[in-house]
């Protein structure tokens, strides 16, 4: 039916396929939303993911200007998964900073990428990847030892420069369960019987 000014008053197939997209994003939602918990289970899909990507390069023996922009792409979120959210070479934090001192307060680490978004970003430029090389388009003809051997270079000049930062502001950006510290025992039977 159309309404006064001539328009569908159903909404029509706009309408409608505003509605699935909003849904499909809410059920999406939803499924991420419960993965967050599952830390071992979404890299294991992750890394599954990324086994099938580089199986299709190899048996394409092609893409690989799309594979060095993943390489690329990767190595800037792991600096970001590595950085302080505050750098203390850039900036005087107004709030929690990186101790510099020993004699500073212990101030906890917070990444400048959080985990579940390292992971999410992961894992969405490896299935975009993966997309890509069905298209030829993206097979450009390059001679892949340059590039690699770039991508090598590249990433230990970044790698060392970003663990030169850590070193000189004292932070190491992994933690491995909860610290124990030899402090004062409790004696708890100190005031037992006779």
């Not at 048996?59 to 600096?79: A, E, H, R, T």
């Not at 709030?95 to 510099?100: A, C, K, N, R, V």
Request: with cysteine.
């Amino acid at each position: 039916m159309e309404g006064p000014n001539g328009s569908m008053t159903d909404g029509g197939p706009g309408h409608a396929i505003a509605k699935w997209r909003s849904e499909v994003s809410r059920k999406f939602q939803y499924y991420l939303d419960k993965s967050t918990p599952h830390v071992t289970g979404r890299w294991l899909g992750t890394l599954c993911v990324a086994l099938i990507y580089t199986l299709r390069v190899y048996i394409m023996q092609g893409f690989y200007i799309v594979s060095y922009g993943l390489g690329i792409y990767l190595l800037n979120l792991l600096i970001g998964f590595l950085s302080p959210m505050v750098d203390p070479e850039l900036e005087v934090p107004d709030g929690p900073s990186l101790p510099t001192k020993g004699s500073d307060e212990f101030k906890p680490f917070i990444r400048r990428l959080p985990e579940f978004k390292f992971w999410y970003a992961i894992t969405k430029a490896f299935v975009i990847a993966f997309v890509m090389t069905f298209f030829s388009v993206f097979d450009v003809p390059v001679f892949w030892p340059i590039l690699l051997s770039y991508w090598i270079v590249l990433f230990v000049l970044t790698m060392k420069r970003q663990i030169m930062h850590m070193v000189k502001y004292r932070y190491v950006p992994f933690s491995f369960g909860k610290q124990t510290y030899g402090g004062k025992k409790s004696s708890g039977n100190s005031g037992a019987a006779d």
